[in-house]
């Protein structure tokens, strides 16, 4: 079954980036979905009675089904998303939000970065933002200028994005603040500050100061942060497990689960604190049928081929050197028989972007292979030859339904797919770019 996820944090988070300057320690602000498993265990663990005094004493075994819940359940990186876009007009809740990375075919004004007309919760818009992915793909064209001023220059645009609305659909941009806090080193043996030993902490501050009250008082520190922001993503788990998932955290209601975890790094000093709500929702495929039918009239009538793009909003661990990243997503994605044979990679239609994966990690104490993953944002797109829509579009539909529901990585938290985001739609440059 699928499930939305919500994190309303209620402290600063400190999410390891893996590349730790010596002293400094920085924080993605992108929750990874394995981030959020580790959160859930604790409390699912300890519930159960197992909690490990001492590393040198043997944890008790886990119970089965519980061991089956914790490795069956794969989660989607959770993104930010300002409140102000949950209560920008009465429809909007937070169900119906929906995150993702910006992906690898977007550029935005180098002068003036932003969306023209950003959605409720973004304060600072640009020039606009446009998406390569269509005028490359169809048109054959990759030259795109902003949107406001053709002598400027566009670049690469990264961010953590969110979607509100369904007609017209609108796009805002979530960038937490970091709140610097330089920390002391302890001496063990006089348990003491240890001379010169400083490091520095850049945790994502996700609350906001709050406006000074009616009466002219400034509220005092403790009380005059808020949320500013909430964390949104999907989960997968099987539908057997959900009634113990429920039960384990004391919920009556049916659908929806709320409890405080602790997310991240430096829990011991109050870090990452907040509240989890997971929620059921339908497996609706209207929406997928819906962009299937916008892309598939987008591209040129009379091609016998059709063209499908996946937005990755998840890293992509790659595992396999003798295949191409393209041609290893497509063999993880496992399409049936039929269509496997008519599916190729779409280099030319693709945009990718790799970052190291895995590493050392004080958890395991040895050094574990550093290897290639796709990053989040990465474009893959695949061609299905000789498209034949009264026969393809069933099996095709139930099998992307399938990579979009659940994620075919066997790492938490990677091998997230999107097909036909509508994003590439809504900022397409030729849309956006020609007027
Ligand atoms: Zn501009």
Sequence with gaps: MRLRLRFDPQAPILLGTGRDLQQVRESLEVIPGSAVL???????????????????VPSQPVPPELQRLLSELQISPLYPVPVEALMGDATTDWQSVEVLPAPCTARTCKRHPGFADP???????GDGVVDLWLDRTIH??????CPRDKGHRLERFRASLYRVGHKPR??????LPTRSQTRVGISRPTETAAEGILFQVEPV????LRQPLSNGDTPSQENSLETGFVFIGEAWLPDDLWQLLAE???SLDSSSITAPVAIGGL??????????????????RASLVERLQLFGAAQEKGLPDLLLPGLLRSPWPLEEPGLSPLEEVLSSLAPPPRLQERLEPAPAASALETHPWGGWSMAWGLPKPRRQALAAGSVVTFRLKNYNPDQDHEPLIAWLAQCEERPSSRECGAGWITWFDPFHFDLGATKEGSR
């Design 267 to 284: 829990l011991a000093r109050g870090f990452g604190q907040g509240h989890l709500t997971i929620s059921v929702t339908d497996e609706s």
């Design 140 to 145: 054959g064209t990759s030259r795109a200028h």
């Design 205 to 208: 501050e996700p609350r906001r």
């Design 170 to 175: 609108r796009y805002g941009q979530a960038s």
């Design 248 to 250: 384990s955290f004391g």
């Design 38 to 56: 580790g959160a859930l265990a604790r409390p699912l663990l300890a519930s159960a009675g197992i909690c490990r005094t001492h590393p040198m």
């Design 119 to 125: 959605a409720p919760g973004t304060e600072q818009g």
